[in-house]
T-cell receptor, first 113, second 113 residues
Framework: DSGVTQTPKHLITATGQRVTLRCSPRSGDLSVYWYQQSLDQGLQFLIHYYNGEERAKGNILERFSAQQFPDLHSELNLSSLELGDSALYFC????????????FGSGTRLTVV | QKEVEQDPGPLSVPEGAIVSLNCTYSNSAFQYFMWYRQYSRKGPELLMYTYSSGNKEDGRFTAQVDKSSKYISLFIRDSQPSDSATYLCAMSAISGGYQKVTFGTGTKLQVIP
């Protein structure tokens, strides 16, 4: 157990739907990062939050949004889902803003049918 | 051309062999270099990170960075079946005041007993 908790582990939903993925960072970590992993694209950075504030955006679609709450847990919202959104979604955390040495969660496998 | 290139493998070796995993990159601004191990259906786990050029050793693992050639390597000595996993390289550089991390697509390693 890495200390980063992601729920749910698996999610199957239909096209056009909206889902919320949840992440609890490792105790003491202030940064939360979201990544998408697909077979052909590898790990793609989506968004980074530090202590409740958005720090950086990567290749995140406008249909996707995220937030980090005062208790530091984070949620990634995916809406108007398309078949191509099927992927593994990972959350990672780190103690501060320095972007090396993340601790990853086990991921949420999203399947859009 | 991708910023970080990594041979996807798969790479099959007999138990006890020395394994060499490599990545090349094009961005000379990369400063931190990381290796992650990802078991099937799990999140990536940080193995090692190095700053700038040089070698770093941790048990059976040695990370090597050659910035002049834009080439990094991870060596695994006395490989074990438990080393069978996908190995991801990652690199970070400051871009627009933010430390951005770029991952390779991973090399799948299989160690055969």
């Amino acid at each position: 157990d890495s200390g980063v908790t992601q729920t749910p582990k698996h999610l199957i939903t239909a096209t056009g739907q909206r889902v919320t993925l949840r992440c609890s960072p490792r105790s003491g970590d202030l940064s939360v990062y979201w990544y998408q992993q697909s077979l052909d694209q590898g790990l793609q950075f989506l968004i980074h939050y530090y202590n409740g504030e958005e720090r950086a955006k990567g290749n995140i679609l406008e249909r996707f949004s995220a937030q980090q709450f005062p208790d530091l847990h984070s949620e990634l919202n995916l809406s108007s889902l398309e078949l191509g959104d099927s992927a593994l979604y990972f959350c990672a955390s780190s103690v501060d803003n320095r972007n090396y040495g993340y601790t990853f969660g086990s991921g949420t496998r999203l399947t859009v049918v | 051309q991708k910023e970080v290139e990594q041979d996807p493998g798969p790479l099959s070796v007999p138990e006890g062999a020395i394994v060499s995993l490599n990545c090349t990159y094009s961005n000379s601004a990369f400063q931190y270099f990381m290796w992650y191990r990802q078991y099937s259906r799990k999140g990536p786990e940080l193995l090692m990170y190095t700053y700038s050029s040089g070698n770093k050793e941790d048990g059976r693992f040695t990370a090597q960075v050659d910035k002049s050639s834009k080439y990094i390597s991870l060596f695994i000595r006395d490989s074990q079946p438990s080393d069978s996993a996908t190995y991801l390289c990652a690199m970070s550089a400051i871009s627009g005041g933010y430390q951005k991390v770029t991952f390779g697509t991973g090399t799948k390693l299989q160690v055969i007993p």
